[in-house]
């Protein structure tokens, strides 16, 4: 078994002297500090941060003041450059160190947090008085299928007689998906338009009816394995930065008439969105939890997806919801309303899993890759992690407080994820949110 | 109509004062010039090149050399850049004037032509002295499904009873595939492992035993769209800045396990080879032909996909041959065996209509961004352009002249592709060749 990574960062009585990251709701207490990329209003450079509280550790003013320099030139240049992509590229052990450091720098009761106060101007800036863009240059993106009842729902929607395919137990199912289309949280979502095929009637383009999102979570791959080289599940992990929240916007309509039998492409390409604060696998190091266990009778997973360690400790108790607000609440003033809760531990197969597997044909996996787990769906109505299968394929539609009813999305709909880790004895520890608001169609001729 | 592109860079009495070029079995006469990217064995950094008979036009030499000094100092810092990226997001309009002015510079009556071959020592190089590399740094790669016959003969094995699906007439079929394995010409290709499930055996993991080439046409595009806009077919070859040849090695028995519900993955991501050079659409303008028939009572493109001018003269009228040589051979000194020679005027779907159909959900096409056609197979079994296609999935070996027999590719394998276009009144272009040669599966333990 791999040694526990529990280490000073992760103890409960830590304090902050940024007094909001000592508020028992808050995401980013100083047991988590995620990292992302944000920008000023006033300057186009973008600058990486780390959260805390309500407020956000300016990596770059704080590498240009020194804060990091007993980490080397190296890692200072990594922290002053335009993206995670290089730190990425330095690894996990060297983001440790980043993360050990930041915590001095931010604990009420070290001589490096004495000295960052000092300096709080020029290394602290608020969340609001900034903009959070894309964490990273994503290389390429894969979306998987890990989630065994979202397999089998939706399945049971497209093919009732075979809903989950006899490759589903062994092979952990993905599909490439577009990187191009990868948005940051916020960024508005036009309803696309494309072909789809309604019952008898002939097939025609236009603006999708059918618009679902896609609770998952992302996994930001750091390191490098050459073209050729497999990732060995025991060390899969190690080629993990950390995670968010991801949200595989789906046209429903379109995907029904074109996924045969290359699978998803424009019912999916159209956005992405991603939570813009990456939370490292060292964060979550409390939270672990046994991978899902297969139910008697499902094959154990071939030996070079199986590591013992990986099936003791490789799941991740992670907290999801899902929350809607439609134009309609946001005019009475009325809150979003939770669709929806899950937990990442439901998977079929771990992240690990998920890695090696990818890179089981010799597939080069790089820095600033994000793999998609697949909707995160649970065994329970309540746990399922999209409109497709909330409201069977919009024959059950849901009633919101305003009255209104939804089988798919309406334009206004803005979709909020959450997700979070708690656990007696660690202190909780949050991803923000994955936010996007469908506006409508574009009103080109169809 | 779109006005014809034919300009004094077509005019088949051209000549070039570099004399390989004026050789009728050159690919690269002075009607071609397409463009790639190169290293010399001596330095790191990549120059952009153009190909004129078995020479090199070093364009970063040139430029600095002020060769190109007429076309702006924008064009100027494109050509001296890493990779084709740059100037792929100046455009068309822009590399017209950078092929023109590499005309004006090869040609043996020009005034320019006089200058550079005083300079011919600084700004050319032969081909035996360089290394190509990808001639671009490439952010998302899509792979279609255009050709008919591919889709008709490969449906017939894994659905006889439904080879064709409805939708084929209707989409242009494709699927996202993975950019970061996509690899220059020469480059060898490993074997990969993956799983497999034999009959009625349990999935193992292992080396394939059926892998595949897929010969393909490669698009890259230029040009760029915001996100949400789409690119409207009669200004989608605008955004096209040219062709390559294009392997799209695959991996049928991992493919066969994989590929449901969500289309082919690591069958095909652990290697895409492209041929070095882009030949430019302009350069392709004397071989238009008409887009592809299709037989009386298939449907009509939908509007949106339907030009008049794309069916007039959409397509274009390239010859591609698959060759093979095996270890043996080579031991022997033997020469390649050609396994099939086609037509990418069989294709179903133009190239502006892939890239129209990719961007009609929004989506944003980026300067770089690679197309695969899909395998152009036509009509006739000669012209089947894998060998799933050619062997009926093995059940119909080939012979090589060695006496060996090929069902699917076997280690030390070479598999060259040859693209070229010739019509009556224009001068001969070619592509170069796109080749691989199989080497064996890492031995890691399985």
């Not at 990594?78 to 993360?99: I, K, M, P, T, Y």
């Not at 602290?124 to 008085?129: E, F, K, L």
Request: hydrophobic fraction near 40%; charge should be negative; include cysteine.
């Amino acid at each position: 078994m791999r040694p526990s990574r529990l280490d000073a960062t992760h103890d409960p009585s830590l304090r902050s002297w940024i007094e909001s990251a000592n508020d028992a709701a808050t995401d980013f207490p100083i047991q988590n500090l995620p990292f992302g990329v944000f920008r000023h209003d006033f300057e186009e450079r973008p600058h990486i941060g780390i959260a805390i509280g309500d407020q956000v550790l300016d990596c770059l003013a704080a590498a240009r003041a020194g804060c990091f320099e007993s980490l080397g030139p190296v890692i200072g240049d990594a922290l002053q450059s335009w993206s995670l992509n290089a730190l990425f590229l330095l690894g996990r052990e060297d983001a440790r160190a980043v993360r050990a450091a930041a915590s001095r720098l931010l604990r009420s009761d070290t001589p490096e947090g004495t000295l960052a106060k000092a300096m709080r101007e020029t290394i602290i800036v608020g969340m609001d008085r900034i903009s959070m863009i894309l964490p990273a240059e994503i290389g390429d993106y894969t979306d998987f299928y890990a989630s065994i009842f979202h397999a089998t729902n939706v399945g049971r929607m497209f093919r009732p007689d075979a809903p989950l395919l006899p490759n589903y137990k062994y092979v952990p199912i993905g599909y490439h998906g577009r990187a191009s289309s990868i948005i940051a949280s916020g960024t508005t979502v036009r309803r696309p338009r494309g072909q789809t095929k309604p019952g008898e009637a002939p097939p025609a383009y236009g603006p999708t009816h059918h618009l679902d999102y896609e609770l998952e979570i992302g996994a930001f791959v750091c390191g490098e394995n050459a073209l050729g080289d497999t990732v060995p599940v025991e060390h899969a992990e190690e080629r993990i930065f950390g995670l968010c929240l991801l949200n595989d916007w789906s046209a429903r309509d379109m995907q029904a008439w074109e996924y045969a039998p290359l699978g998803p492409f424009l019912a999916k390409s159209f956005a992405t969105t991603v939570s813009p604060w990456v939370v490292t696998l060292d964060a979550l190091e409390p939270f672990r939890a046994p991978a899902f266990a297969r139910p008697d009778g499902d094959p154990p997973p071939l030996a070079y997806l199986m590591d013992e360690d990986d099936r003791a400790r490789g799941g991740f108790a992670i907290t999801l919801e899902v929350w809607l607000r439609s134009a309609a609440m946001r005019a009475e003033n009325a809150p979003a309303v939770r669709l929806s809760h899950g937990s990442f531990e439901s998977m079929y197969w771990t992240v690990a899993q998920l890695l090696t597997h990818h890179s089981s044909n010799g597939c080069n996996m790089r820095p600033g890759d994000l793999l998609g787990s697949g909707t995160v769906s649970g065994p329970e109505k309540a746990s399922r992690g999209c409109l497709l299968e909330l409201t069977m394929r919009g024959a059950e539609p849901l009633t919101l407080p305003s009255g209104e009813r939804r089988a798919f999305l309406a334009d206004g709909d803005e979709v909020i994820f959450k997700g979070w880790c708690e656990r007696k004895g660690a202190v909780r520890i949050g991803f923000g949110e994955c936010r996007g608001e469908i506006r409508a169609a574009s009103t080109a001729a169809e």
